[in-house]
């Protein structure tokens, strides 16, 4: 038994097709029940954890159809404290994406956090950081759709961070880091962490699922100085513990900011591109000493910093 934890737009449709060609094992993408009202409630502590363990062995059997069981759906990272409690011996798989590629899904074409989509089941139990603690509603509420859809990211990657940590602490137990971007090349070690076979017709060749059917709209090399700002400042400690290089692609973009206009922009975004101390003027006499670290244009940001007094 198996299950893929992920964090939605990040290809759990596309791995579990993949994983379902193999003639040992069923992977199936958001079974009924889909857990879209259960999950939200069991995180923020409405309903109890039996409860969940219950729900969760009833609807998922270790095997089906005579083959092993494997779900891949994101709504699992909400309830992986039950599903491990309910199937302690499953093997789990974490599949990560660019969290800049996932947060523009989850912005332009899927409009998670939009006010006009206030009745639909997946946004009405679209987890918020103020229900899990993570800020006040208040915070929560002056915070821009791109910004709710950029802690989103981050938030659930957290939390499979800190199970998988927990779970190795407590029992030893493995389990398989995956990043969407190198499914193909990962293809051998994900069926033989969980024992399975791939067919050889099928090897080296991964279906892309879910996906926008045109061209998409933008892409985050689209995205304006203010939302550039505002990824680093949410999601800059996870891109780089899981994707180091990450500012090294259009690097231009994430040191180019001239429409930053205001003062606690600068500030964001220094403190985001090199995690100084603080405050403003710390940060700008931490950038003149590391000069040659940062990019010239950062040095300079920082001396006109210091003079704005």
């Not at 259960?38 to 005579?66: F, N, V």
């Not at 995205?223 to 780089?240: H, K, N, T, V």
């Not at 290089?245 to 500030?267: K, N």
Request: with cysteine.
């Amino acid at each position: 038994m198996f299950f893929i934890v992920s964090t939605g737009r990040s290809g759990t449709e596309t791995i579990a097709e993949l994983l379902s060609r193999s003639p040992d094992c069923v992977c199936l993408h958001e079974p009924e029940p889909r857990l879209i009202a259960e999950a939200t409630q069991y995180l923020y502590g409405e309903m109890p954890h039996a409860a969940m363990i219950d729900l969760l062995r009833q609807s998922r059997p270790p095997t089906l159809d005579g083959k092993e069981y494997g779900e891949s759906a994101y709504k699992l990272t909400f309830v992986m404290p039950a599903l491990r409690e309910a199937f302690p011996d499953a093997k789990l798989v974490w599949l990560i994406r660019d969290g800049r590629a996932v947060v523009e899904s989850f912005y332009t074409p899927r409009r998670y956090y939009h006010p006009l989509r206030h009745n639909v089941d997946w946004e009405i139990y679209r987890p918020s950081a103020d229900k899990v603690g993570e800020m006040s509603s208040r915070e929560w509420a002056g915070l821009s759709r791109f910004e709710k859809c950029c802690w989103f990211w981050s938030y659930q990657n957290r939390l499979i961070e800190q199970h998988f940590i927990e779970r190795v602490e407590k029992n030893g137990s493995e389990f398989l880091f995956i990043r969407l971007e190198e499914l193909d090349a990962q293809q051998a070690a994900l069926f033989e962490f969980l024992g399975v076979r791939l067919p050889p017709e099928w090897a080296g060749e991964v279906p892309h699922l879910n996906v926008w059917p045109a061209k998409a709209p933008r892409t985050w090399r689209d995205w304006s100085a203010a939302e550039r700002l505002s990824f680093m400042d949410i999601c800059g400690r996870e891109m780089d513990a899981y994707y180091p290089a990450w500012r090294d692609s259009a690097p231009e973009l994430w040191t180019d900011i001239a429409s930053a206009d205001t003062r606690q922009q600068v500030s964001r975004w220094l403190r985001a591109y090199v995690q100084p101390p603080a405050t403003l003027y710390t940060t700008a006499d931490y950038l003149r000493r590391k000069s040659r670290a940062v990019p010239r244009r950062v040095a300079r940001l920082a001396r006109a910093l210091k003079a704005m007094g």
